[in-house]
């Protein structure tokens, strides 16, 4: 396809109606085709499995120290640092273990929305309502001001939803409220690869784990979820399903599937290989937004964070709901498992993050 | 005189999408039902008497029998119509939560519903601040003071008006029966708890920063989205498709062990380092080794900085792939052809064909031999060992709060960065002619 043909006016013949009509048969056709492959559903094939036995989950450590909502989280690889960004425009790295905070960097922004710990644990990135993304390098002495290296790394036309890390601390992915989201040299800053085609703000990102790492989803207020490229910047599979904003989307373990929560109530779960949806999360009871989502180490396990201020664990296979976990005083914005498994690390409008094991 | 406004217009106004307002007013319209809703009673306030008012566990147990859940998702579900101002304490009125106890609640009129449609206007709130300041001066709180104060300067233009309005309406008030009064001063007042919470509080009203497009309008979209959603949905109706029962069959089952997790497959063997290592030594006994050092290789040229591209990629060149290089990786012709003529002008991805040839080979041969393997055996009986250990939550907290800190991140990345640099420079293939060189030098 050539996409020049995109850019030139009107055909002849063409008007915005007929085009809407096209738009519409081929968007049927690509549900019945989906549909035809569909010849079994994820809770069937799970019927099988083991019913996942009684969880006993709680709070191990409260970490208080923001003064405001904290609106995003993200472990290091070592399993025991993290990084938390809040309203009041500050930026900490805890030691999970001992609650101590080892570095707390002050942004010219409220609404940090977006943070994340550089893979080799030397840097962390944020941004938020500045409609910059800047990555700080960490350093071991406690009395040096670590936000005076800031470096802008990404920059927007609105406030950054989100950013992560690719592979290696040299290249930033981040999506924003503009619409697009980008791929970013670090050392340079240099735009290296834009993605155009949603048509709202951009809320959440993942990076894939598969083998050659070279996908990644995004959700948005336009309810769809696109997973694109990162080499030529096209978007490959796109989902809409949910009916309300997407405010989380992240990928399944194998790399196969990812898992998104939204507006709606519900969370959801789509297969890329059969490229369609294969199982929502939703009760009657649950009325109220999810925030966030992540899976447990092996998959079995869904986490979503709502705005009713609880947890919810469902069984990814059976579709079911295991458990509640309750203690936050305000919406959940962020869950996070720990690179290995053992921990989950929850932050919360209430102005804390709470350990979870 | 400008209007100052309040903060930057980024040319976004639209609040974020409040999907659960549908079901909540739905609830809220059954809890009111006279036959089947939640049962009320009378309160005695000094001499007046409150109609219709309940008690926070018959309103609990009411939703937990209607959705049929626990009393603590009952609770929760309630401390968000609190939240939201469906339903108003009244007493300890600032606490926007819904207790399981005998405190007393009361609905709030439609009127004051939240809706999706419109903010809390700060001249409404300007008005009922002020109202409350002629019935009685010095009754605001120290928060609404400041509130109070701020709108009195950017409203200043209004203040007349303002004024004005707040006196009719306080007029109107006297002229209402004493119960009434008070019933609807404390549905105003929880309205402006839920809508301008008191400092340090925070009620379901506040949702974010306000997005870009506005949720209760259709989009308008062009024929030029029009016509690239059909390309789309063309290509995605082209593109091949898995069946249900191939793809959900692959679900892994739950294990924990470190060992096993390398199993499962080669991706989980190589992202842990522990397990390259092992698989390394396996390579090693193979003499097979430059596969995986070539996928290496090929990694960091993808991850690795704009600037360091032309010199990795001639490494790898010189290494793997020219013919007689002292790692030869065995790829078939074809992809060999591409790579080397892709090497001309080495980009991020150049290697991308020849590394994922080179993965497939490591994944169908060699990981499945490794995995039988007396390497990968003997590894699992070593792992299996140590038994779990059965601390008291006491003691573990106490383990957890003496832990050293452990080797810092950023100590760990600079030894591996000079551990590299050493085998970097170690395995450099030795340049024979400057060796002899300096040996004829030396003579």
Redesign the interface.
Same mark, same amino acid.
């Given at each position: 396809?050539n996409p020049k043909?995109?850019?030139q006016g009107?055909q002849k013949g063409?008007t915005?109606a007929t085009?809407?009509k096209?738009?519409e048969s081929?968007?049927k056709?690509?549900e019945e085709?989906?549909g035809k492959?569909?010849?079994?559903?994820?809770h069937q094939?799970?019927e099988k499995?083991e019913v996942v036995g009684a969880l006993s989950i709680k709070t191990r450590r409260v970490l208080k120290g923001h003064t405001n909502?904290v609106l995003c989280m993200d472990w290091?690889?070592?399993k025991?640092?993290l990084v938390s960004s809040s309203q009041d425009g500050k930026v900490i790295v805890w030691?999970g273990? #001992?609650l101590?905070k080892e570095h707390g960097m002050s942004m010219p922004t409220t609404?940090v929305?977006a943070c994340a710990y550089a893979p080799?644990?030397?840097a962390v990135a944020c941004g938020g309502?500045d409609n910059k993304c800047s990555v700080i390098p960490?350093?071991?002495d406690s009395n040096e001001n670590c936000a005076a290296k800031k470096k802008t790394v990404a920059m927007h036309t609105?406030?950054i939803s989100g950013c992560t890390f #690719?592979?290696?601390d040299?290249?930033l992915l981040s999506c924003s409220?503009?619409?697009t989201s980008a791929l970013w040299?670090v050392?340079?800053g240099?735009l290296l690869q834009s993605f155009h085609g949603h #048509?709202?703000?951009i809320l959440s990102l993942d990076l894939a784990?598969?083998?050659?790492g070279n996908t990644f989803v995004t959700g948005g207020?336009?309810k769809k979820a696109n997973v694109w490229d990162m080499?030529s910047g096209q978007?490959i599979?796109?989902f809409e399903c949910h009916?309300?904003?997407i405010n989380c989307v992240k990928y399944y373990p194998?790399g196969?599937a990812f898992a998104s929560a939204s507006?709606?109530?519900t969370c959801r779960f789509f297969?890329l290989?059969?490229?369609?949806e294969?199982a929502v999360f939703q009760k009657?009871?649950i009325?109220?937004?999810a925030s966030t989502v992540d899976f447990?180490?092996?998959?079995?396990l869904l986490f979503a964070g709502y705005?009713?201020? #609880?947890i919810n664990v469902w069984d990814v296979?059976k579709g079911t709901r295991i458990s509640?976990m309750?203690g936050h005083e305000?919406r959940v914005s962020r869950v996070r498992l720990s690179p290995d498994g053992t921990a989950l690390c929850s932050a919360s409008?209430?102005n804390t993050l709470r350990i979870w094991a | 005189m400008t209007i100052r406004t309040a903060r930057p217009d980024?040319v976004?106004h639209f609040r974020?999408?409040?999907?659960?307002l549908k079901?909540?007013e739905a609830?809220v319209v059954e809890m009111q039902d006279q036959k089947s809703g939640v049962k009320g009673s009378e309160q005695k306030l000094n001499v007046t008497t409150i109609p219709h008012v309940l008690t926070g566990k018959d309103i609990i147990a009411w939703i937990a029998n209607k959705?049929?859940?626990t009393p603590?998702?009952a609770q929760?579900?309630s401390?968000?119509l609190v939240a939201y101002g469906y339903i108003y304490p009244l007493q300890n009125h600032k606490k926007l939560v819904m207790c399981n106890d005998s405190s007393l609640y009361r609905f709030q009129t439609p009127y004051f519903w939240p809706t999706q449609k419109w903010f809390a206007e700060d001249s409404d709130y300007a008005i009922y601040l002020a109202k409350r300041n002629i019935r009685k001066k010095g009754m605001l709180e120290p928060y609404e003071q400041a509130h109070y104060n701020h709108l009195h300067e950017w409203l200043n233009h209004k203040w007349d008006f303002i004024v004005m309005q707040a006196t009719e309406q306080y007029k109107a008030g006297k002229e209402r029966k004493k119960p009434d009064r008070v019933v609807f001063d404390c549905q105003e007042r929880a309205y402006w708890i839920v809508n301008k919470p008191p400092r340090r509080t925070?009620s379901?009203i506040?949702c974010?920063?306000e997005?870009?497009?506005d949720?209760n309008t259709d989009?308008k979209?062009t024929?030029?989205?029009?016509?690239?959603?059909?390309?789309?949905?063309?290509?995605?109706?082209m593109?091949s498709? %898995? @069946?249900?029962? %191939?793809?959900?069959?692959? %679900?892994?089952?739950?294990?924990k062990m470190r060992v096993e997790r390398w199993s499962f497959?080669?991706?989980e063997l190589l992202s842990d380092l522990r397990g390259r290592d092992d698989f390394k030594i396996f390579l090693k006994k193979e003499f097979s080794g430059e596969n995986l050092a070539f996928w290496e290789a090929a990694?960091e040229l @993808?991850?690795?900085?704009?600037?360091s591209m032309t010199a990795k990629a001639e490494t790898i060149f010189k290494t793997f792939l020219a013919p007689g290089a002292p790692r030869w990786i065995n790829i078939d012709g074809r992809t060999m052809g591409l790579t080397v003529k892709g090497l001309d002008h080495p980009h991020?991805?150049v290697l991308?064909a020849a590394?994922?040839h080179v993965?497939l080979l490591m994944k169908k041969d060699t990981f499945f031999r490794y995995l039988k393997s007396p390497v990968y055996k003997d590894i699992q009986k070593k792992a299996l060992n140590p038994e779990a250990h059965n601390f008291s939550p006491a003691q573990l907290e106490q383990n957890?709060?003496s832990?050293s800190?452990?080797i810092?991140?950023?100590?760990?990345?600079q030894q591996e960065e000079e551990e590299k640099a050493k085998a970097a420079a170690a395995s450099a293939p030795v340049d024979v002619k400057a060796m002899m060189s300096k040996i004829d030098r030396k003579k």
């Amino acid at each position: 396809m050539n996409p020049k043909m995109a850019c030139q006016g009107l055909q002849k013949g063409e008007t915005l109606a007929t085009l809407k009509k096209e738009c519409e048969s081929l968007k049927k056709k690509l549900e019945e085709d989906r549909g035809k492959l569909n010849d079994v559903e994820l809770h069937q094939v799970a019927e099988k499995v083991e019913v996942v036995g009684a969880l006993s989950i709680k709070t191990r450590r409260v970490l208080k120290g923001h003064t405001n909502k904290v609106l995003c989280m993200d472990w290091c690889k070592d399993k025991r640092r993290l990084v938390s960004s809040s309203q009041d425009g500050k930026v900490i790295v805890w030691d999970g273990f #001992t609650l101590n905070k080892e570095h707390g960097m002050s942004m010219p922004t409220t609404w940090v929305m977006a943070c994340a710990y550089a893979p080799s644990g030397c840097a962390v990135a944020c941004g938020g309502l500045d409609n910059k993304c800047s990555v700080i390098p960490l350093s071991l002495d406690s009395n040096e001001n670590c936000a005076a290296k800031k470096k802008t790394v990404a920059m927007h036309t609105n406030y950054i939803s989100g950013c992560t890390f #690719t592979n290696s601390d040299m290249q930033l992915l981040s999506c924003s409220g503009d619409g697009t989201s980008a791929l970013w040299d670090v050392e340079s800053g240099q735009l290296l690869q834009s993605f155009h085609g949603h #048509t709202s703000d951009i809320l959440s990102l993942d990076l894939a784990p598969s083998e050659t790492g070279n996908t990644f989803v995004t959700g948005g207020c336009d309810k769809k979820a696109n997973v694109w490229d990162m080499r030529s910047g096209q978007n490959i599979q796109s989902f809409e399903c949910h009916e309300s904003d997407i405010n989380c989307v992240k990928y399944y373990p194998s790399g196969d599937a990812f898992a998104s929560a939204s507006d709606d109530a519900t969370c959801r779960f789509f297969d890329l290989r059969a490229d369609r949806e294969v199982a929502v999360f939703q009760k009657d009871s649950i009325v109220f937004g999810a925030s966030t989502v992540d899976f447990s180490l092996s998959g079995r396990l869904l986490f979503a964070g709502y705005n009713d201020y #609880t947890i919810n664990v469902w069984d990814v296979l059976k579709g079911t709901r295991i458990s509640m976990m309750f203690g936050h005083e305000n919406r959940v914005s962020r869950v996070r498992l720990s690179p290995d498994g053992t921990a989950l690390c929850s932050a919360s409008w209430d102005n804390t993050l709470r350990i979870w094991a | 005189m400008t209007i100052r406004t309040a903060r930057p217009d980024r040319v976004q106004h639209f609040r974020p999408r409040m999907h659960c307002l549908k079901k909540l007013e739905a609830m809220v319209v059954e809890m009111q039902d006279q036959k089947s809703g939640v049962k009320g009673s009378e309160q005695k306030l000094n001499v007046t008497t409150i109609p219709h008012v309940l008690t926070g566990k018959d309103i609990i147990a009411w939703i937990a029998n209607k959705m049929k859940t626990t009393p603590e998702e009952a609770q929760t579900f309630s401390t968000m119509l609190v939240a939201y101002g469906y339903i108003y304490p009244l007493q300890n009125h600032k606490k926007l939560v819904m207790c399981n106890d005998s405190s007393l609640y009361r609905f709030q009129t439609p009127y004051f519903w939240p809706t999706q449609k419109w903010f809390a206007e700060d001249s409404d709130y300007a008005i009922y601040l002020a109202k409350r300041n002629i019935r009685k001066k010095g009754m605001l709180e120290p928060y609404e003071q400041a509130h109070y104060n701020h709108l009195h300067e950017w409203l200043n233009h209004k203040w007349d008006f303002i004024v004005m309005q707040a006196t009719e309406q306080y007029k109107a008030g006297k002229e209402r029966k004493k119960p009434d009064r008070v019933v609807f001063d404390c549905q105003e007042r929880a309205y402006w708890i839920v809508n301008k919470p008191p400092r340090r509080t925070h009620s379901a009203i506040d949702c974010g920063p306000e997005r870009l497009i506005d949720p209760n309008t259709d989009e308008k979209i062009t024929f030029d989205q029009y016509r690239r959603q059909n390309m789309f949905y063309q290509q995605a109706i082209m593109r091949s498709k %898995v @069946k249900s029962s %191939v793809s959900l069959g692959a %679900v892994d089952l739950p294990t924990k062990m470190r060992v096993e997790r390398w199993s499962f497959s080669l991706f989980e063997l190589l992202s842990d380092l522990r397990g390259r290592d092992d698989f390394k030594i396996f390579l090693k006994k193979e003499f097979s080794g430059e596969n995986l050092a070539f996928w290496e290789a090929a990694e960091e040229l @993808k991850w690795g900085t704009a600037a360091s591209m032309t010199a990795k990629a001639e490494t790898i060149f010189k290494t793997f792939l020219a013919p007689g290089a002292p790692r030869w990786i065995n790829i078939d012709g074809r992809t060999m052809g591409l790579t080397v003529k892709g090497l001309d002008h080495p980009h991020r991805y150049v290697l991308e064909a020849a590394q994922t040839h080179v993965f497939l080979l490591m994944k169908k041969d060699t990981f499945f031999r490794y995995l039988k393997s007396p390497v990968y055996k003997d590894i699992q009986k070593k792992a299996l060992n140590p038994e779990a250990h059965n601390f008291s939550p006491a003691q573990l907290e106490q383990n957890a709060n003496s832990r050293s800190p452990g080797i810092h991140p950023i100590i760990l990345w600079q030894q591996e960065e000079e551990e590299k640099a050493k085998a970097a420079a170690a395995s450099a293939p030795v340049d024979v002619k400057a060796m002899m060189s300096k040996i004829d030098r030396k003579k």
